[in-house]
C-alpha cells in the first residue's frame, strides 16, 4: 500500500519526474477550468438567472463574506488566491467518492506546496499594503525580544497548515481503506461521508487560517490619538 | 521520505496557474454579473423610487385639487342657492305685485261695472220715473208731466229769494247771448210761453232763452247763466234710489260667508 500519490510514478527523467500527484492535479484544473469555463458560458445579468449561476454566485458571495469576516476589508484583492485554495482543497476532497481516486492533497508534497504558497502569499500581500519596512517592523511588535519568537511562529504556522491539511486527508483515506478491508460494505460508505465532510471542513480551515494569516499581515496599525482637553472643559 | 520536492515546485506552480484560471473564468465573469445586476437592481430601485416620489407628488396634486375643486363646489353650490333664493324672492315678489295689480285693476274694472250699472239703472229709473209720472199725472189729473215740471220751474222762480233773484238776473241780463234752458224732454210750446213770461215777470226784463233737450244730462229743467243757475229735477229722487241700489249691490257682490267653525271642527 502505497502512503502517498507522490511515489505512483509515471514518467521520470533525472529530477523531472510525472507523478500521480501531479497527473491527478492537472485533471482537477482542467476539471475545474472547464467547469468555470461551461459555467460563465452564459451569464445574465437581467431578469431571471440560472440556477447553475445561482449556485456559483452563492458560492463566490459566501467566499466574500468569509474572507471579509475574516479581517480584510477589501476581499475581492484576496479572492482570487483564497477562493482557489478553498476550492481546489474542496473539490480534491469531493472527488474521493470516485472509485480509485486518490486526492492530491492526500501527499504531503501538495499539502507542503499549499503552505509554501500561503508562507510566500502572507509577507507578499503584508509588504504590498504596509511597505518592506511597515511589514518587517511587524515582526518586532510589541517589541524587538518577540523577533524571534514570530519568525518561529510564522514557520511553525506554515508547517502546522501542511501536516493538518496531509493528516487529516491522508487520515480519511487511509481509514477508508483500512475498513474497506476489514468491512467491505456499509461501513467504508459511511466512513466516506465522513470523509467528505472533513475534507470540506478541512478545505474551510485551510482557507480561513491562511486568511488570518494575511489579515494579520495586511493590519494597518492605526495612530495612537492623545485626547487632548477641550479649552471648555478645562475651564 | 514523505516530502517530494520537484512534487511540491510543481504543485506550487500547479497551484498558481489554476488561480490565474480560476480568477479569468470564474471569479470575474461572476463578480462582474453580480456587480452589473446589483447595479441594474439599484437602477430600477432608485427609478422605482422616483416613480413613487412621482406618484406621491401626483397624488398630493390630485388632493389637492380634489380639496379645491370641492371648495369651489360648495362655493358655486352656495351662489347657486343664494341666486335661487333671489330669484325665487323676486319671483314671487313680482307674482305677488302682478296678483296686486290685477286684483286692483278687477276692483277698479268691479267698480266700473258698478259705476256703469248705477248709471245705466239710474238713467232706466229716471225714464221709469218720467213715465210714471206722467202716465200718473195724466191718468189722475189730466196733466201732463211737462206741464207740471214747467209750474213746478216756473213756481220755484217765484220763490227765490230776493238776492239769488238779482244775481240770476243780473247774470242773464248780462249774458251776450241767449241763455240754454235745458229739460230732459222736448217742452211744448205752451210750456215755453209760460216760463218765457214767468222769466220775464220774475227778473223784469226780456230774458233771451235757447230751449235745449238733453236727456242724458238734464233730469228735470235747468236755466243756465253765467255764474248761475236754476235748476228742478228729480235728482234727490234718483239719489235716494240710487243709494238703495247701491246698498243691495253691495250686498250682492259680499263673499259668501264660511262654513260655520263648529261644522269644521266635526
Known amino acids: ?206 482557507t480561513i487560517l491562511a486568511g488570518v494569516y494575511i489579515a494579520a499581515a495586511t493590519l494597518v496599525p492605526k495612530p495612537q490619538s492623545v485626547p487632548v482637553p477641550s479649552p471648555k472643559a478645562a475651564s | 521520505m514523505l516530502i517530494d520536492w520537484f512534487t511540491v515546485i510543481a504543485q506550487m506552480v500547479n497551484f498558481l496557474i489554476l488561480v490565474w484560471l480560476l480568477k479569468h473564468f470564474l471569479y470575474k465573469p461572476i463578480l462582474n454579473a453580480i456587480d452589473t445586476r446589483e447595479k441594474g437592481i439599484a437602477s430600477k430601485l432608485a427609478d422605482a423610487e422616483a416613480k413613487v416620489a412621482s406618484a406621491q407628488k401626483q397624488q398630493a396634486d390630485f388632493e389637492a385639487k380634489n380639496k379645491s375643486f370641492d371648495e369651489q363646489r360648495d362655493a358655486m353650490k352656495a351662489k347657486a342657492e343664494a341666486d335661487a333664493k333671489t330669484e325665487h324672492d323676486r319671483i314671487i315678489d313680482a307674482a305677488q305685485k302682478q296678483a296686486d295689480g290685477l286684483r286692483a285693476s278687477e276692483a277698479a274694472a268691479l267698480k266700473d261695472d258698478q259705476a256703469h250699472q248705477a248709471a245705466a239703472i239710474r238713467r232706466m229709473a229716471q225714464d221709469q220715473v218720467f213715465a210714471i209720472t ?72 226780456v230774458i233771451r232763452v235757447r230751449y235745449e233737450t238733453d236727456a242724458n244730462a238734464v233730469s228735470g229743467i235747468e236755466l243756465t247763466a253765467p255764474g248761475q243757475k236754476l235748476s228742478w229735477s228729480i235728482s234727490s229722487y234718483l239719489d235716494s234710489f240710487d243709494q238703495s241700489v247701491a246698498a243691495m249691490v253691495t250686498q250682492e257682490t259680499k263673499p259668501e260667508p264660511a262654513a260655520a267653525p263648529a261644522a269644521e271642527a266635526k
Not at chain 1, 100 to 128: D, H, M, N, Q, W
Not at chain 1, 133 to 139: N, P, S
Open chain 1, 1 to 206: 500500500m502505497n502512503l502517498t500519490s507522490d511515489q505512483l510514478i509515471f514518467w521520470q527523467h533525472g529530477f523531472l519526474k510525472l507523478n500521480q500527484t501531479i497527473v491527478t492535479t492537472w485533471a482537477m484544473m482542467l476539471v475545474m477550468a472547464l467547469g468555470a469555463t461551461l459555467l460563465t458560458r452564459r451569464l445574465v445579468t437581467e431578469g431571471k438567472i440560472s440556477r447553475w449561476q445561482g449556485a456559483l454566485e452563492i458560492i463566490i458571495t459566501t467566499l466574500e463574506a468569509q474572507i471579509k469576516d475574516v479581517g480584510l476589508a477589501e476581499p475581492r484583492r484576496y479572492l482570487a488566491f483564497l477562493g482557489t485554495l478553498f476550492l481546489f482543497v474542496a473539490t480534491c476532497a469531493l472527488c474521493i467518492i470516485i472509485p480509485g481516486y486518490k486526492p492530491p492533497t492526500e501527499s504531503l508534497s501538495t499539502t507542503a506546496a499549499l503552505a509554501l504558497c500561503v508562507f510566500i502569499a502572507v509577507p507578499l500581500y503584508g509588504i504590498r499594503e504596509q511597505g518592506v519596512g511597515g511589514y518587517l517592523k511587524t515582526y518586532t511588535q510589541p517589541t524587538i525580544i518577540m523577533l524571534p519568537f514570530n519568525i518561529i511562529s510564522e514557520l511553525s504556522r506554515t508547517l502546522a497548515l501542511a501536516v493538518r491539511l496531509f493528516g487529516n486527508m491522508m487520515s480519511g483515506v487511509m481509514i477508508v481503506g483500512i475498513l474497506l478491508t476489514i468491512t467491505p460494505f456499509l461501513f467504508p460508505i459511511v466512513m466516506t461521508a465522513l470523509g467528505l465532510l472533513t475534507g470540506m471542513v478541512q478545505a474551510y480551515i485551510f
Open chain 2, 134 to 205: 206722467r202716465k200718473t199725472l195724466t191718468d189722475l189729473a189730466s196733466v201732463t208731466l211737462e206741464e207740471r215740471i214747467g209750474e213746478v220751474f216756473t213756481r220755484r222762480l217765484g220763490e227765490m229769494n230776493a238776492k239769488d233773484k238779482y244775481e240770476m238776473g243780473a247774470a242773464l241780463k248780462s249774458s251776450p247771448e241767449a241763455s240754454p234752458l235745458r229739460s230732459a224732454f222736448t217742452l211744448p210750446d205752451e210750456q215755453k210761453t209760460a216760463i218765457q213770461n214767468a222769466l220775464n215777470e220774475t227778473f223784469s226784463a
